[in-house]
Structures are given as structure tokens and as C-alpha cells.
């Protein structure tokens, strides 16, 4: 089983930046397809963003692009989320996740998840 655990959330006002981390304690990390999703209070979980095994393929959901960066370390087993130039809607617990396939924008399920880490932007 992969163990995920996410670490770097906390409040911020709009316009700063937070960088979220995620270890996850397996050596075949490398092979696994690695993303962020978020749920914000009464809303759905939702994709923020997927990076392949290798970091050759990425995909973000419109609403970061441009402003969150997804990547990884192999070598430490940690998946990287910086966010810069947050919003107050940005504010939601934001989940690692892991899969042995490509994870993909409106993807709702994978195959391992973390247990969130809270992020919070004030206006």
C-alpha cells in the first residue's frame, strides 16, 4: 500500500503563495502517477492537477493554470504543489493523490489518497 502524507498547508492572504508537499513512504513512487485534489467547504471534490511517473505529462484544471505548478523529487518520494497568487476560493483541504494509471482532469477516484492538509486564503 502507498502511505501519503501531505504537509505545508496554513493561512495566507490573497495574493501570497503556499507550497504543499506530499511523501509518500514506497520506493516504487517513481512508477506512480502522482496529482492534487481539493474539496472546499459544501463543495465536491474536485482535480487541481496530475503529473506522470516520469514528469514528461502534466495536466491542470483551468482555474490554476497559470498560477499553481505541480512537480516531483523521485529521489525523495515527494510530490511538490506551489501555489502562487492565491484566491480566497482557493481555500479548501487539498488531497494527495497517487495511481498506478494516468490520473486525469475530471477524474473522481484514484488509487491512493492522503488525508489532506487545509489551506486557507483570507480576503
Known amino acids: 500500500q502507498v502511505q501519503l502524507v501531505e504537509s505545508g498547508g496554513g493561512l495566507v492572504q490573497a495574493g501570497g503563495s503556499l507550497r504543499l508537499s506530499c511523501a509518500a513512504s514506497?520506493?516504487?513512487?517513481?512508477?506512480?502517477?502522482m496529482g492534487w485534489f481539493r474539496q472546499a467547504p459544501g463543495k465536491e471534490r474536485e482535480f487541481v492537477v496530475a503529473?506522470?511517473?516520469?514528469?514528461?505529462?502534466?495536466y491542470y484544471a483551468d482555474s490554476v493554470k497559470g498560477r499553481f505548478t505541480i512537480s516531483r523529487d523521485n529521489a525523495k518520494n515527494t510530490v511538490y504543489l506551489q501555489m502562487n497568487s492565491l484566491k480566497p476560493e482557493d481555500t479548501a483541504v487539498y488531497y494527495c493523490?497517487?495511481?498506478?494509471?494516468?490520473?486525469?482532469?475530471?477524474?473522481?477516484?484514484?488509487?491512493?489518497w492522503g488525508q489532506g492538509t487545509q489551506v486557507t486564503v483570507s480576503s
Open positions: 503529473t506522470s511517473w516520469n514528469g514528461g505529462s502534466t
Open positions: 514506497e520506493r516504487t513512487f517513481p512508477n506512480y502517477h
Open positions: 493523490a497517487a495511481g498506478r494509471r494516468q490520473i486525469l482532469p475530471g477524474d473522481r477516484f484514484v488509487d491512493y
